[in-house]
């Protein structure tokens, strides 16, 4: 099982953010409904579906098989409803390299589903990049979405602050 218990928080917000303390580089991504100058991502659920949260950066726990005490890359969280599983990595950088870096933990993190959970199948999988600090995606981002769904096995990637739920 991919999933556990503990890393998972059940919401149905019509509108909350999600939050990566950098301040504490080893607590999970959480999501809030105050505070929203400091959501990294925006999520609006229009119709307050009932939501589970999973941090899994921080919180779920894969190491590598060639390098048994080092972690996998895995990216901040996930969003799932009856239908899709929404992989989530937050960003706060502007520097050079943060976009193929988080594609890339999404890819890495969908495999990791998809080798460990029976379910992963079922449902729609998306991954999702959003920086703060580059809250729109542009077209210059036209070629890591192609290149995400080309590695992911054909699954959409989105790059912006804002989800639609």
């Known amino acids: 099982m991919f999933f556990c218990n503990g890393c998972r928080t059940q919401i149905n917000w019509n509108r909350f953010g999600i939050i990566d303390d950098n301040s504490n580089q080893s607590a ?38 060639d390098e048994p005490k080092n972690l996998e890359s895995t990216c901040d969280c996930a969003l799932i409803d009856a239908n899709t599983v929404v992989f989530i990595e937050l960003k706060e950088r502007t520097s050079k390299g943060w976009l193929a870096k ?40 036209m070629g890591e979405m192609a290149k995400f769904y080309k590695n992911s096995g054909g699954h959409k990637l989105f790059i912006q602050k804002r989800i639609d739920i």
């Open 102 to 141: 988080a594609s890339s933990q999404l890819i890495n993190t969908i495999a990791l589903y998809k080798q460990n959970d029976s379910s992963a199948n079922a449902k729609e999988i998306i991954g999702h990049i959003c920086n703060s600090l580059r809250p729109q995606a542009n077209r210059s981002n």
């Open 28 to 65: 999970p991504a959480f999501p809030t409904n105050t505070d929203s100058h400091k959501w990294i991502a925006d999520v609006n659920n229009k119709n307050s579906k009932e939501l589970e949260f999973y941090a899994i950066d921080n919180c779920i726990r894969f190491y590598k098989s």
